[in-house]
C-alpha cells in the first residue's frame, strides 16, 4: 500500500516536555505527502501530544516547551520566526467528536476563509469543500440549515469539509471516529483514502484494525517513546520489536 513519495514531514530527535514532565523522548521519523500515517499505542502514550506538535497546539499549555525539529517542506516549524497562524492554515485539524459551531452548515464551512480573507468566491469555496469530504449530496439543499442538526457522521464529515476549505497540506485526525457508529465510520474511511490523494493525512486511533485498514505507515508509541515505525503491512505481520507485537496481539496494552 505504500507510495514513492517524498517526506512531507521529517521529524527530527523532538522532545516536548509538560513543565518538567517529558511526553516525548526524541523521536525521529518521517510523514511522507499523500500518505495516511496511523499513530497506534495505549492511552497516555504520547500519540495525540504528538500529533498537536505538528500544528503547535500544544503551545497555549503554560509550561509546554520543545526541543528538537519538526521540518514541514524544508522549513522547522518551531523557528522563532513561524507564523503560527499561517501554520494552522497549512495543518488542519480534526478532533475526536465532531464539533461543528452553532452556525448553518455554509457558515461553518466559509468560517475559515472568511477569517484569513481568502480570494475565490466563497460558495464554489463550501461547494468544493463539501464535495470533496463527501457531504454535498447530503446537505445541498440545507446549507443554511443549522449544523448541529445534521447527524453525527455528517458532523465529522462538515468538519472535515471545514478544515479542508482553507486549502491545507497537511490533515490531522485525533480518533475521528470513535465517536461514530460502524457505518459512519466506515465513511469516514473511505473519505479518508479519496482525500490522501490530495493530502498528507495523520490520524491518531485505538482501533488497530482501522490503522491496518486505512493507513500506508504506522508508528507505535508508548510511554513518550517511538517503539516502531514502519509500512502498516510490516507492523501488523513481522513487527521487528516484541513490544510491538505484544502490543498488537493483546498481551500488552
Not at 98 to 120: C, E, I, T
Not at 184 to 202: C, G, K, P
Not at 237 to 249: G, K, Q
Request: hydrophobic letters at 40%; glycine letters at 8%; charged letters at 25%.
Amino acid at each position: 500500500m505504500a507510495t514513492d513519495h517524498a517526506p512531507k514531514i521529517k521529524v527530527r530527535d523532538f522532545s516536548f516536555y509538560y513543565g518538567d514532565f517529558r511526553a516525548l523522548k526524541g523521536l525521529t521519523l518521517d510523514i511522507y505527502e499523500n500518505e495516511i500515517t496511523a499513530l497506534i499505542g495505549p492511552s497516555g502514550c504520547g500519540k495525540s501530544t504528538f500529533l498537536r506538535s505538528i500544528n503547535r497546539m500544544n503551545d497555549t499549555i503554560p509550561g509546554a516547551r520543545a526541543t528538537g525539529q519538526i521540518i514541514l517542506d524544508d522549513q522547522n516549524i518551531y523557528d522563532p520566526l513561524v507564523d503560527v497562524t499561517e501554520l494552522r492554515q497549512r495543518v488542519g485539524m480534526v478532533f475526536q467528536r465532531p464539533n461543528p459551531f452553532p452556525q448553518s452548515v455554509y457558515d461553518n464551512v466559509a468560517f475559515g476563509p472568511r477569517v484569513l480573507g481568502m480570494k475565490g468566491d466563497l460558495d464554489d469555496i463550501v461547494r468544493e469543500s463539501l464535495v470533496a469530504a463527501g457531504l454535498w449530496d447530503e446537505v445541498k439543499h440545507r446549507l443554511n440549515g443549522p449544523a448541529l442538526a445534521l447527524n453525527p457522521g455528517q458532523q465529522q464529515r462538515l468538519c472535515i469539509a471545514r478544515a479542508i476549505a482553507v486549502k491545507p497540506d497537511v490533515i490531522l485526525m485525533d480518533e475521528p471516529c470513535s465517536a461514530l457508529d460502524p457505518v459512519a465510520t466506515l465513511r469516514v474511511e473511505d473519505l479518508m483514502h479519496e482525500l490522501s490523494e490530495n493530502y498528507t493525512i495523520v490520524i491518531v486511533t485505538h482501533n488497530m484494525q482501522q490503522a491496518a485498514r486505512v493507513s500506508h505507515r504506522t508508528g507505535f508509541f508508548w510511554l513518550g517513546e517511538l517503539v516502531e515505525f514502519d509500512l502498516t503491512e510490516r507492523i501488523f505481520s513481522t513487527p521487528r520489536e516484541s513490544l510491538t507485537e505484544a502490543y498488537i496481539t493483546g498481551r500488552r496494552g
